[in-house]
């Protein structure tokens, strides 16, 4: 099974850049998601990484090392609405998506 | 754009009663996931139904907790009977293929009183 470990609270600065880390033990490694949940609401997709490297998308990135079960998103030019949680999940398998506890990030003025 | 539907978006029960929540997963979709979200915790897997059958129901507390998904479209969970400690939010999500984007409805919020 996966062990899925990210922050559990961080806090950042409007318009500044913030990293969010995610490492995971697994075998039968398939993708690695990042999703999205404002408090009281559902997750969103936000991405899916399969191979190594990192996938850009707007002011969202995100990075997979497989052979380090690491990854990371990347918020650039923070805004107040990217106050949320922020869900690490791994595909392995055959088996559901798997989630972490999530970071709760706040961003302040 | 397509969408997971879930009802009741809100549910206040007493202990001991039942309670039940539905979904209508995104048309085309075969692959049908219920998750529990206590808050401040991430999702865990509750039961995956693969068209009208069970793939994986062994997080699910089965001396209280049902689900079916009769047709293979909609499905329903079903709490019977609630205890305090179910209150959470329970999420339906669905996707077409198991490595693929799973998409989540918005959410059922049961507080048990």
């Known amino acids: 099974g996966q062990n899925i470990d990210q922050p559990t609270e961080m806090t950042a600065t409007e318009g500044a850049i913030v990293q969010i880390n995610c490492t995971y033990q697994t075998s039968g490694f398939n993708g690695l998601f990042w999703y999205q949940q404002h408090a009281g609401e559902a997750p969103t997709f936000l991405s899916y990484?399969?191979?190594?490297g990192l996938e850009e998308k707007g002011r969202f990135s995100s990075f997979l090392s497989r052979s380090k079960g690491y990854s990371y998103l990347l918020l650039k030019e923070l805004q107040m609405k990217d106050s949320a949680s922020y869900l690490c999940a791994v595909s392995e398998g055959n088996t559901p998506l798997v989630f972490g506890k999530g970071t709760r990030l706040s961003v302040i003025a | 754009e397509a969408e997971v539907a879930q009802s009741p978006r809100y549910k206040i029960t007493e202990k001991s009663q039942a309670v039940a929540f539905w979904c209508d997963p995104i048309s085309g979709h075969a692959t049908l996931y219920w998750y529990r979200q206590i808050l401040g915790q991430g999702p865990e897997l509750l039961v995956q139904?693969?068209?009208?059958?069970?793939?994986?129901d062994s997080q699910l507390p089965k001396d209280r907790f049902s689900a079916e998904r009769l047709k293979g479209v909609d499905s329903t969970l079903k709490i019977q009977p609630a205890e305090l400690g179910d209150s959470a939010m329970y999420l339906c999500?669905?996707?077409?293929?198991?490595?693929?984007?799973?998409?989540f409805g918005e959410g059922s919020w049961l507080t048990v009183v």
């Open positions: 990484n399969v191979l190594d």
């Open positions: 139904f693969q068209d009208e059958s069970v793939v994986d």
């Open positions: 999500a669905s996707t077409s293929g198991l490595a693929d984007t799973i998409y």
